[in-house]
């Protein structure tokens, strides 16, 4: 990787950390305001509502987002056609929703999601505006605007959420801040991106972005269903309130690993983009990125599932204690998302859509399996299900990955395996010293002191020259 490109990288990575963890950071603290005052079953009959968004925000982007910045020879008209697709298919899909809304609050047996289904649906249509504004920040990896962007969002959006939840508005709070968020948000793209729509759609256009778009698209929907279909299940055959638990778990374990893992993925494919042609530089590129990210992300879940208990007794008070387990057993499996999406990366950089969706339907398949094997025995063992199913999925894109940049599972794991072993060690001896801590507080401050002493050490001794590259060059600023 040449210098002015390893460059260009680093300062992406920077700015697109500083947006990821700013903005989610304001949205955590707000979160657990929020949380404070709203009861977990308010929070799950937002969760009822995950999936439905979920699947129409992959339609209405069908792949064209990353089939723009992987395309090296994009046009004004891949711009324009992309556009106009997004209105009118975000349109159709609110309108889709709009009548089916009776039905799914038909479904759950909760009349009033049938109004806040039509509120929230709303912001399906914002979304699409931005798309391409947000494409065009991407291919130039101008991510310190975006992180403008998503914090003012998100601090105003945050700010309506708190009044509203103060007021006693309830489960509406959260429909005022999701509606809000996303309106703030495509206002201040327009203002910043400075493209405007100039020429109209083009078939041509529309036939080249979707023949790689839609393999993404379809593989991206088969893994939104899956990934909510727990939130289906158990708000179906469990209560509200523990479809609440579950999700306020899952978005603590979650929290650190996606937001790592989406900065480098966001600042990567861009750049991996460029080395397609070159498969020994992707291939160094790959590795690299894939052991500087779980440097990063491999202690912070490992600080997360060591405090769970007393995080949640002290940010949302014993109402929630019931997540505890949740987070525990799902850090297990966020451990590994870097490695799983940076795998999935190569997919798309090398522009085997049509592999990548093959892919997806023979997971798919077995975590279904996994599912509703699992289901039988209650929340804990289907989230036993997931970490299985985790470790499955895995060494399948391993296996595809090695096809295009000649890097093996073994040789994935070589890179990756010491630090579990690094972090298994740090579990065991911060568990004997755990009984004598009595004080919540205090088991956060030295869990959090140990891990980092010891990772510092780690630091020392492994020759990573990723993080020497990034000190090097924030040291010339």
């Known amino acids: 990787m040449s210098d002015s490109l390893k460059e260009k990288t680093i300062k992406g990575v920077v700015w697109s950390g500083l947006e990821r963890f700013s903005t989610a950071g304001v949205n955590f603290i707000i979160g657990l305001i929020i949380a404070r005052i709203l009861s977990p079953d308010e929070y799950g009959i937002i969760a009822m509502l995950a999936i439905f968004m979920a699947i129409s925000q992959s339609i209405i982007d069908s792949g064209f987002s990353n089939a723009l910045i992987r395309k090296n020879d994009r046009k004004e008209i ?26 799914i609050a038909s479904f759950y047996g909760i009349q009033e999601l049938e109004s806040i289904i039509k509120v929230v649906g709303t912001t399906l249509i914002w979304g699409a505006l931005s798309i391409v504004q947000q494409s065009i920040l ?126 480098i993925q966001r600042v990567t494919f861009p750049v991996m983009s460029s080395l397609q042609d070159d498969t020994e530089m992707l291939n160094k590129a790959f590795i690299k990125t894939l052991r500087t990210t779980c440097f990063f992300v491999f202690p912070i879940m490992t600080y997360l599932f060591m405090v769970s208990e007393p995080l949640v007794k002290l940010i949302l008070t014993d109402k929630w204690i019931g997540c505890v387990p949740i987070i525990q057993i799902l850090c297990i499996s966020y451990m590994w998302y870097p490695v799983h999406i940076l795998n999935l990366n190569i997919l798309q950089v090398s522009g085997r859509s ?101 990772w510092l050490l780690v630091v020392q001794r492994i020759e990573n020259l990723y993080i020497r590259d990034f000190l090097l060059i924030l040291n010339r600023k």
């Open 78 to 103: 891949d711009f324009s056609t992309t556009l106009y697709f997004n209105v009118v298919i975000s349109t159709l899909i609110y309108g889709i929703l709009y009548l089916i809304s009776p039905f």
């Open 138 to 263: 991407t291919i130039n990896v101008d991510f310190k605007t975006q992180m403008i962007v998503s914090l003012f969002a998100a601090i105003l959006s945050g700010i309506i959420g708190i009044i509203m939840a103060m007021s006693g508005y309830g489960v509406w709070a959260l429909v005022g801040q999701m509606v809000t968020v996303s309106i703030f948000r495509t206002i201040a793209l327009w203002l910043v991106a400075k493209w405007r729509p100039i020429t109209g759609f083009s078939k041509e256009s529309f036939k080249n972005l979707f023949g790689y778009g839609s393999k993404i698209l379809m593989a991206g929907i088969l893994e939104t269903i899956y990934r909510n279909l727990y939130s289906i299940i158990i708000g179906k055959y469990y209560q509200a309130n523990a479809l609440g638990l579950y999700h306020r778990g899952e978005q603590f374990a979650s929290y650190a690993a996606s937001n790592i893992t989406g900065v």
């Open 354 to 454: 049509d592999l990548f969706f093959k892919i997806e339907v023979i997971k798919k398949i077995i975590g279904l399996a996994i599912l509703f094997g699992s289901l039988p025995f209650g929340i804990i063992i289907m989230c036993w299900g997931r970490v299985l199913y985790c470790g499955l999925e895995l060494f399948i894109n391993m296996y595809y990955t090695n096809h295009i940049v000649k890097t093996s599972c073994i040789q994935q794991l070589r890179h990756t395996i010491p630090f579990l072993l690094y972090c298994i060690v740090i579990t065991i001896a911060a568990a004997l010293f755990q009984p004598y801590i009595s004080s919540d507080i205090l088991k956060l401050f030295i869990n959090f002191i140990f891990i980092v002493l010891v």
